[in-house]
């Protein structure tokens, strides 16, 4: 049972990446699932969810309109778009399955199970 977070890289800035999360041994597909990132020398924060009725809640502002989520029932699979890539954006991203089927307004809600992270690096 678990989650495998993978399509991280190096980038230039204005490029894109596409980062995915897929389950095993478990159904995605009731959790919302939460993406976190943590960048050198800072606390891991809350990026985006994405809810098991594909809402989006976003936790950071300077992401909103460069980046999404979506899922694939069907591969068991969640993915985080990012594009117009900033070198702010450079951290460890991962994936969280979270207890509950809806995301929390205001920050990332319980976490059922973690993803390992997967890097990702935006060059000036």
């Known amino acids: 049972v678990q989650l495998q977070a993978s399509g991280g890289g190096l980038v230039k800035a204005g490029g894109s990446l596409r980062l995915s999360c897929t389950a095993s041994g478990f159904t995605l597909e009731y959790n919302a699932v939460n993406w976190f990132r943590q960048a050198p020398g800072k606390e891991r924060e809350g990026v985006i969810c994405?809810?098991?009725?594909?809402?989006?809640?976003y936790y950071i502002d300077s992401v909103k309109g460069r980046f999404t989520a979506s899922r694939d029932n069907a591969k068991n699979t969640v993915y985080l778009q990012m594009n117009s890539l900033e070198p702010e954006d450079t951290a460890v991203y991962y994936c969280a399955a979270d207890t509950d089927r809806t995301c929390y307004d205001s920050e990332p809600g319980v976490v059922a199970r973690w993803g390992q992270g997967t890097q990702v690096t935006v060059s000036s």
């Open positions: 994405i809810s098991s009725e594909d809402d989006i809640t």
